[in-house]
């Protein structure tokens, strides 16, 4: 859409030019002798000719430009008496669509015959002449070093546009990728537990129904060696039993309890951006310390809350949790960027968070406008 203007805007011109030389040569001469109106359609034809071959050949373009002033040569070899208008039509298209040599070679020629044209008309004249065919040439070529950086500064808001697509293609695919990968050690994980389970508890269950089996018949042919047999039955329960408890140890990363309020929350606020467009950022300090069960549920509960009430009443768009562990607390600091209130007033979630942490022997602190954008709280928990 913008070329098709651009092109209209220069077909313009070149009627505009080639109408204004019409009537120059009626006010000069009192007539429009058939010279000048055979060359003028000659142009005419040329300029859209040259229109339409403009992002096809370039070549072919310029030479339908050097016809243009071969027109004009003839022009003033018959009538000595050209308009420098109909000069200025090629020289402005070369100046604007062509590129170099061959623009400079189209200026180098219009300036030729505009010199020898020249020749033939008054001092004033040629000076008014060349001043104005100047600006026309000189706008024309402005015109086209304004239009070419546009252009590039087009060209690289569509590069950056396309790169943008592209890193947030690759950012879902890594995102698909890496909960594929989560997915599949998780399904590892679970094949290990199932095979530790069947090799310790599902052999040891078996022994013990085998030996069950025996202890019925025992009792009925022989029931002093009852005695011993249920001795050893037991002591072989204990044997399964400490294997189960040394496989369920083993599978248990030794540094869970450490981590569990993070992958608790991390699972939490992964669950909560698939199901909202929200943008939730979750950071956490390196120091991770270890926490309580009951203070681990009241963390739980208390994001859970917060997540859940900026989603539904703050119409917010962006979420930062973050959990700072110092030497004697974990500090939580959660904020939206939605509507906020004048007011706090709290309702049954603000209070279920606010007894759960006072249980757990933290404290909450919130906050919204005017001091802050948004709604943001505080939980401080004693490590």
Known sequence: ME?????????????????????????????????????CLIIMILSNIRMFFIHKTEAFFF??????FAVCSALFFIEKKPSFLLLTIPMIDSLYYNRFPQNLISGTIGLIIFSVTSAYKP?????????????????????KL??????????IIEDLIQKNNELSESVLNFEMYRESVEDLIM???RNRISRE???SIGHGLSTIIIQLNALQAIAKTNPKMLQTQLTYLNEF????????????????????NKYETIILIHS????FKKLTSINVQFTFSKNIRVITEEQNHAVYKAVQEFLSNSGKYANAEQITIHFSYTENYLVITMKDNGQGCLKITKGIGLKAIDERIKEAGGSVFYKSLPEVRGFFMQINIPI
Do not use: W
């Open 3 to 39: 070329k098709l203007m651009k092109n209209n805007f220069f077909i313009f011109i070149h009627y505009f030019l080639i109408i204004s030389c019409a009537i120059q040569a009626v006010f000069q001469n009192g007539y429009l002798s058939y010279i000048q109106l055979i060359s």
């Open 63 to 68: 030479i339908l430009c050097l016809c243009d």
């Open 123 to 143: 001092l004033y004249t040629s000076v008014t002449d060349f001043i104005i065919l100047f600006l026309i040439s000189a706008q024309a070529y402005s015109f």
């Open 146 to 155: 304004y239009n070419t950086g546009f252009i590039k500064q087009e060209k």
């Open 187 to 189: 399904l590892k994980e």
């Open 197 to 199: 389970i069947h090799d």
């Open 237 to 256: 329960a204990k044997k399964n039993l400490d294997e189960i408890r040394f496989a369920l140890r083993e599978i248990k990363p030794t540094d869970y």
């Open 268 to 271: 939490l606020v992964n669950e």
